[in-house]
């Protein structure tokens, strides 16, 4: 039952001693659906219910159940001299044996079906009216068009097209794409579809661009206003923008080159001519919306880490931000003291990096704002160097030479990690690519530096420098919750469900570059990148979506870890490889598939931390390989009962070729001699060897040997990373009720906990029933370090079944996820018991794992029972009243006042408080001719919990007239 108090309303209306008159009841009013407030009727947020539940807002957190991996560095980059490793020693080679992977894919385009849901038959060849009408137009105008490709999809076609200057835009499911056609690329498409590598090319329906909601009432309440979001395939030019207000009115703009778009409202009936524009993409109905970037933390376990380590914040660690500038006047969460040097190399070339784009600042909010509530970024007290590069008049966006520049320019600053969120050429290693590698390896200022940069977003391979073969790539995943409907960007529509799945715009591999059919995993890991709300320039906050929203999850994630490790391995600082090395070995297997997902998703905590009984095995290194047929090799325990051991192997390869210069293998032993083979891992054109061991060899000390298979160069540096994991994801949920006893016409909080007894799941989500007589109308989600945010029901997810679903991000052994529930009773609910189910779900290798259990919790509706209140005569003037406890021993006070409708708590009070008393005998009340009075029973600490005033839910309040 809500706690806070429930007033009880009557009004008696006595005429002349005979008539009496009773005023409906009045229930509490509704909490507005868009929000639930931090105080409800006085109830706080954190209140003593959910701290006992949670556990760990606000209280001293024991961690003697909690490991620190051991690190070990056998090489000083500052001297090239080693460094005495127990763990390790040196020697030659021995055979190696070599891995490989493949990729399929099966694609079905017997139709194409368009984001509306309007589906269009498989056709063949070239319309005839399309092709008569882009033919007539100069060669260089432009036809938006649909074109369907042979699957599995021709990629060379598209390529062949691109070349010809088509553009294109949005997958549509069965092969095709949006395209902006000119017409001297005609000829180009007719000849692939004689070749059956295009299978049709032609107009694109309205009807697959408009919303089928939106159309169904655009024919039915054609003079209806609705708020509405439109899509353009390009930036519009200003004739374009004045003929879209002929049809609505404009509120806002967003018309960034990758995804153009306003806001505003329009009749209904003109939403159908509306999308007979042809550089119009999509109209939908706008929706209300209120994300967080409390997703992106508790995505990665960020949050986790900081409640177990306080001090794990970023504190001392220097992150770069090469991008758009920063917001000045700075923004709340980014003041200028947490800015320890700035530059924009573009245009002014200056010491003032003003953000003038809102990227920046936005890349920045994620890694580090510093905000209390739910938009406190990663790392909230690292320090940032800024430097902006972006956008130049050439039209290539970035100068490289400024990228270099400004790296060097952070390596003077000490620069520990770089943030870039901006990338061109898919699949290529450009100049851009060998710069990132250069400053891993140390080659600017001889600082070492954690290169993060994005795979992009074109649903394409990923783009450089993203091809670096030093860097940790970043693709995007979903985070869940909002918004429940259906996103378009440049490359694919997409929506933001399930939680810890690929979004469909996010860049992937393998990467081919030199064409060998060697090949190399990028991205590497993934992170939430859509509907990320952060800073923006003005002191405010906006939701932006993209491999650039990923990024900086990762960049802030590192800072915390990096802080975490600050005393016990301080060397990691100067160490990327090693830290991309336990980055990769502790992510998280969402996608089950490398080329899409690399290793999975980034987890703060796990790199930080092991759960004995769940990991073990943790340990890392930094060291190097001195020249070919050079090995090195290493101890490490794994624990009895394991079910799998992870090693990761990373190094920073020589800059300038596109292939490995350097390669290095890696293989796994079952015992500490180096002599019973389990595992390898020998690619050619990757940095990174990985091996997911999952056989019986026996427990106990075993052996990891690192090869130089091929060495170009003398001492190449290397990360290694081991973890074993005892016990696979094993998620529960319980549930409880604030109160079992509800009333209609009352609202009550539902605590759902999910915990996790095994390794660490990722995109975890919590599911709840909805049976009838209630409504759900939000959520609210509690972090691990103490924040939360409150989601309305129309920003999550409801499937089919009618479950209502709320994402919670990571779900770890030590950081069990709660979401309070906020549920109405229905006025006209029918007595009896009522049964709220819960399930918790999460992603584990590309498949939807569940709770091992649900959790059921019953709540009773109790039957009324009357009279309520009584008025009688009572002897003389006297008006005697009675009223009902039903034995819940409430707090009552009586209220009288001679006019109708007042606020009860100004009435005058006649009696009152006291327990038990259930009558009251009002003096005189009937002595007047046409007196009326209107009385109102004030109800308090009802129930079992008389310590909490505001625990009112069990008194009855229909009241009924007793003569």
């Not at 933390?297 to 970023?314: E, F, I, P, Y």
Request: aromatic share 10%; hydrophobic share 35%.
């Amino acid at each position: 039952m809500l706690k806070g108090m429930r007033i009880l309303f009557v009004a008696l209306i006595i005429f002349l001693l005979v008539t009496v008159f009773l005023k409906p009841n009045t229930a509490l009013s509704a909490q507005p659906v868009d929000s639930e407030p931090d105080a409800i009727n006085g109830h706080p947020v954190w209140d003593n219910v959910v701290v006992s539940i949670l556990g760990m807002p606000n209280e001293s957190e024991d961690l003697s159940e909690l490991g620190v991996p051991q690190g070990y560095l056998g090489w000083d980059k500052a001297t090239n001299q080693p460094l005495p490793d127990p763990t390790s020693h040196y020697g030659r080679v021995d055979v190696h044996d070599v891995l490989t992977l493949e990729k399929n894919a099966t694609l079905d385009n017997s139709q194409l079906v368009f984001r509306s849901g309007y589906k269009q038959p498989a056709n063949s060849g070239l319309d005839q009216a399309w092709l008569a009408e882009i033919t007539a137009k100069a060669p260089t105008e432009v036809t938006f068009s649909v074109i369907q490709f042979q699957l599995p999809f021709d990629t060379n076609a598209r390529l062949e097209l691109e070349v010809e200057g088509v553009k294109f835009y949005n997958y549509i499911e069965g092969g095709g794409l949006y395209a902006r056609v000119p017409t001297i690329a005609v000829a180009k498409i007719q000849s692939l579809a004689d070749q059956q590598r295009v299978l049709y090319a032609g107009f694109i329906p309205s009807l697959g661009r408009l919303e089928d909601a939106l159309r169904i009432k655009a024919q039915t309440e054609p003079e209806a206003i609705v708020h509405v979001t439109l899509q353009f395939f390009d930036v519009p030019d200003a004739a374009q923008i004045e003929t879209v207000k002929d049809f609505m009115q404009i509120d806002s703009e967003s018309l960034r080159p990758s995804f153009p778009i306003l806001d505003g409202s329009l009749r209904a009936g003109d939403a159908l001519a509306l999308v007979e524009l042809p550089y119009v993409r999509w109209l939908e109905t706008a929706v209300v919306n209120s994300p967080g970037n409390l997703e992106s933390v508790m995505g990665l376990g960020t949050d986790v880490l900081r409640d177990h380590n306080a001090g794990s914040d970023g504190t001392n660690i220097n992150v770069g931000v090469i991008d758009t500038g920063i917001a000045n006047p700075y923004h709340n969460d980014l003041p200028a003291t947490r800015v320890s040097d700035q530059w924009e190399y573009y245009p002014n070339n200056d010491a003032t990096a003003n953000d003038t784009n809102n990227h920046g600042t936005h890349v920045a909010g994620t890694i580090g704002g510093e905000s209390t509530g739910r938009l406190q970024g990663h790392g909230p007290d690292v320090d940032f160097l800024i430097y902006k590069l972006c956008c130049n008049a050439s039209g290539t966006g970035f100068f490289v030479t400024d990228f270099q520049n400004a790296l060097t320019r952070g390596a003077n600053n000490a620069m520990h990690i770089s943030n870039n969120s901006w990338g061109g050429g898919n699949g290529v290693y450009t100049t851009a690519a060998e710069i990132a590698d250069r400053a891993v390896r140390g080659e600017y200022g001889s600082q070492y530096i954690n290169m993060v940069i994005i795979s992009h977003n074109d649903n394409a391979l990923s783009r450089s420098p993203g091809t670096a073969k030093n860097a940790i790539t970043v693709g995007a995943v979903k985070d869940g919750n909002w918004p429940n409907t259906t996103l378009s960007w440049s490359a694919c529509s997409d929506t933001n469900w399930s939680p810890g799945v690929r979004v469909c715009f996010s860049n992937f591999g393998p990467l081919d570059i030199d064409g060998d059919n060697n090949t190399r995993v990028k991205p590497d890991v993934m992170a939430p990148g859509v509907r990320i709300r952060s800073t923006i320039p003005g002191n405010s906050y906006t939701e932006f979506d993209g491999t650039s929203m990923a990024a900086p999850g990762v960049s802030g994630a590192l800072a915390a870890v990096l802080d975490h490790y600050d005393e016990s391995n301080s060397w990691l600082l100067s160490w990327p490889e090693t830290v991309k090395a336990m980055t990769l070995v502790n992510a998280v297997d969402v996608g089950g598939n490398t080329n899409l997902y690399g290793r999975g998703m980034v987890s703060a905590f796990d790199m930080s931390y092991f759960i004995p009984g769940i990991t073990g095995g943790k340990r890392f290194w930094g060291n190097t390989i001195p020249a070919t047929s050079d090995t090195w090799q290493a101890t490490f325990d794994v624990p009895a009962g394991y079910e799998y051991v992870d090693v990761a192997l990373t190094w920073p390869d020589p800059a300038g070729a596109a292939e490995v210069s350097n390669d290095l293998d890696v293989r796994l032993y079952s015992d500490s001699n180096c002599t019973n083979l389990v595992s390898s891992s020998t690619s050619f054109d990757d940095t990174v060897e990985f091996m997911h061991y999952t056989g019986s060899a026996t427990a106990g000390t075993w052996c990891v040997k690192v090869t130089g298979y091929s060495l170009s160069t003398n001492n190449q540096t290397f990360g290694l990373a081991t973890n074993a994991v005892l016990a696979t994801p094993s998620v529960s949920i319980s549930a409880t009720v604030d109160d079992t006893i509800v009333f209609p016409s009352s609202f009550i909080y539902y605590y759902t906990t999910a915990y996790n007894s095994g390794n660490t799941a990722g995109g975890g989500y919590v599911r709840i029933n909805e049976p009838a007589g209630f409504t759900v109308l939000g959520g609210r989600v509690y972090t691990d370090d103490g924040r939360s945010h409150y989601y309305t029901i129309d920003q999550t997810y409801e499937s089919a079944d009618g479950y209502k679903r709320i994402a919670v991000g990571e779900l770890n052994g030590h950081g069990p996820r709660l979401v309070r529930w906020f549920i109405e009773v229905d006025s006209n609910i029918a007595p009896g018991n009522y049964n709220l189910l819960a399930d918790a779900y999460y992603r584990d290798r590309g498949s939807l794992g569940f709770a091992i259990n649900s959790s059921t919790t019953t709540v009773t509706v109790p039957t009324a029972v009357s009279p309520y209140l009584t008025i009688a005569s009572g002897v003389g003037s006297n008006a005697d009243l009675t009223w009902t406890d039903h034995a819940y021993n409430c707090l009552f006070n009586l209220h009288a006042d001679n006019a109708p409708y007042f606020t009860p708590q100004a009435w005058n009070l006649i009696a009152g408080p006291y327990y038990g008393t259930t009558a009251y005998s009002h003096n005189n009340a009937l002595g007047n001719p046409n007196q009326n009075w209107y009385y109102v029973v004030q109800a308090s600490n009802c129930g079992t919990s008389t310590a909490d005033s505001n625990d009112v839910g069990e008194f009855d309040y229909t009241i009924t007239p007793g003569n």
